[in-house]
Nanobody
Framework: VQLQASGGGLVQAGGSLRLSCAASGLTFSSHTMAWFRQVAGKEREFVAAILRIVGTAYADSVKGRFTISRDNAKNTVSLQMNSLKPEDTAFYYC?????????????????WGQGTQVTVSS
């Protein structure tokens, strides 16, 4: 299984970025997909998840600013990030799990991508 994240970069506060994650080696449509983020020295935290067919969940800190979506035909999951804040600066990881339902903990996910850096300047 491979999860390849891309789309990170440097953006000013208030700007937007779109992250993408291409999955291979798994039955994509049978997996809940999620984005987590991590700052050096801190635990990896949940950002957003999207269920196999319908349903999404977001961390309170990003609700209303971030949108997760998936394309089961292309085996991709995306995270549209708007109104970015300096505190959104982190490494962003995509993850996959065959478990049913919304999962907000790292231990619930079986597969992880390599991460992409997002830096928001003030």
């Amino acid at each position: 299984v491979q999860l390849q994240a891309s789309g990170g970069g440097l953006v000013q506060a208030g700007g937007s970025l779109r992250l993408s994650c291409a999955a291979s080696g798994l039955t994509f449509s049978s997996h809940t997909m999620a984005w987590f983020r991590q700052v050096a020295g801190k635990e990896r935290e949940f950002v957003a998840a999207i269920l196999r067919i319908v349903g999404t969940a977001y961390a309170d800190s990003v609700k209303g600013r971030f949108t997760i979506s998936r394309d089961n035909a292309k085996n991709t999951v995306s995270l549209q990030m708007n109104s970015l804040k300096p505190e959104d600066t982190a490494f962003y990881y995509c993850a996959a799990t065959p478990k049913v339902g919304v999962r907000r903990t790292t231990v619930s996910y079986d597969y992880w991508g390599q991460g992409t850096q997002v830096t928001v300047s003030s």
